[in-house]
């Protein structure tokens, strides 16, 4: 069965305080792994899909990269903005491209 | 801008009541559409996959009579949920696939169940 576990559950950093989002997943055929960012009370919003190890996107202050088992978000210096809940999803090849996704880190900036 | 529309964002309803939820893709064409339901501090967990022209496909512990999906045409599908009772209250996302490498949301619909 495909899972997909994130850590921390939740994290708090200072505004420019640099830290790594993670994303451990167990698929039967991966298609993709995708990264969104949630506001409370809105629907999620697409940031990267990653297809194979080693495979790298930035966007802006954010940087995905993928491994074999696992994929990280990297913040670096992040501002309150920022503050939000990062989830990760896996579409397995024999999904039908619906996505699996984990529960997701509650990020917390502060000034 | 917006490239996945839902509606309404929140709506309140009496229990035995149905409600009906409006997924629309604005600039392309989507013959399949999912609905996924998410409870306070969970994860997106998938109901349906909507498919144009044909039955919806239901994930498991889903009741097909509750929650009825049409998808009508390429750019709209609907879910209604019928019956609703106050364990229905919850929060309702559509996603439409632009390309395999695209998954878009809807803004979400916050039913509440009274």
């Known amino acids: 069965e495909d899972q997909v576990t994130q850590s921390p559950e939740a994290l708090r950093l200072q505004e420019g305080e640099s830290s790594s989002l993670n994303c451990s997943y167990t698929v039967s055929g991966l298609r993709g792994l995708f990264w969104y960012r949630q506001d409370p009370g809105k629907g999620p919003e697409f940031l990267f899909t990653?297809?194979?190890a080693g495979e790298e996107k930035e966007k802006e202050r954010l940087k995905a990269t993928l491994t074999k088992k696992e994929s990280f978000l990297h913040i670096t210096a992040p501002k309150p903005e920022d503050s939000a809940t990062y989830l990760c999803a896996v579409q397995a090849l024999n999904s039908g491209y619906a996505l699996n996704f984990g529960k997701g880190t509650s990020l917390l900036v502060t000034p | 801008g917006a490239v996945v529309s839902q509606h309404p964002s929140w709506v309140i309803c009496k229990s035995g009541t149905s409600v009906k939820i409006e997924c629309r893709s604005l600039?392309?064409?989507?013959?399949?559409m999912f609905w996924y339901r998410q409870f306070p501090k969970q994860s997106l967990m998938l109901m349906a996959t909507s498919n144009e022209g044909s039955k919806a496909t239901y994930e498991q512990g889903v009741e097909k009579d509750k929650f009825l999906i049409n998808h009508a045409s390429l750019t709209l599908s609907t879910l209604t949920v019928t019956s609703a009772h106050p364990e229905d209250s919850s929060f309702y996302i559509c996603?439409?696939?632009?390309?395999?490498?695209?998954?878009?949301f809807g803004q979400g619909t916050r039913l509440t169940v009274v």
């Open positions: 996603s439409a696939p632009r390309r395999t490498t695209e998954a878009f």
């Open positions: 600039d392309f064409q989507a013959t399949t």
């Open positions: 990653l297809y194979s």
